[in-house]
């Protein structure tokens, strides 16, 4: 059963700093691509950034570029999502998901919400100002 499991979420003040984890366990395919979305109230849920498995690159989405990054620990199977320069436009519920690619497939853009197979409960992200 696959199971993936965020955490790290909680309330940061304008311009502060969160690391979200994502432990992801139970898949039996070698390659994949972890991909971060978030949504926010009233809002469809949108990418964020995604990272692959096969070489380890990994895609954001202009409105994070240059404040996320996202970086793995495959020993741990867990995906992390740093968080700097945080804004109160970034709250939202954070989720990581889990789509199986092929063994030479790579990460040029971000893949739709529709991709991606397995997901997280999501962790609550609050941006004070």
């Known amino acids: 059963e696959v199971q993936i499991v965020e955490s790290g979420g909680g309330l940061v003040q304008d311009g502060g700093s969160l690391r979200l984890s994502c432990a992801a366990s139970g898949f039996t395919f070698d390659y994949y691509a972890i991909g971060w979305f978030r949504q926010a109230p009233g809002k469809v849920r949108e990418g964020v950034a995604c990272?692959?498995?096969?070489?380890?690159?990994?895609v954001y989405s202009d409105s994070v570029k240059d404040r996320f990054t996202s970086s793995s620990d495959n020993a741990k199977s867990t995906v992390y999502l740093q968080m700097n320069s945080l804004k109160t436009r970034d709250t939202a519920v954070y989720y990581c998901?889990?789509?199986?690619?092929?063994?030479?497939?790579?990460?040029?853009?971000?893949?739709?919400?529709?991709?991606?197979?397995?997901w997280g409960q999501g962790t609550q992200v609050t941006v004070s100002s």
């Open positions: 990272i692959s498995s096969n070489d380890g690159n990994t």
């Open positions: 998901a889990v789509d199986k690619i092929g063994p030479r497939s790579s990460i040029v853009a971000m893949p739709p919400v529709s991709r991606f197979t397995y």
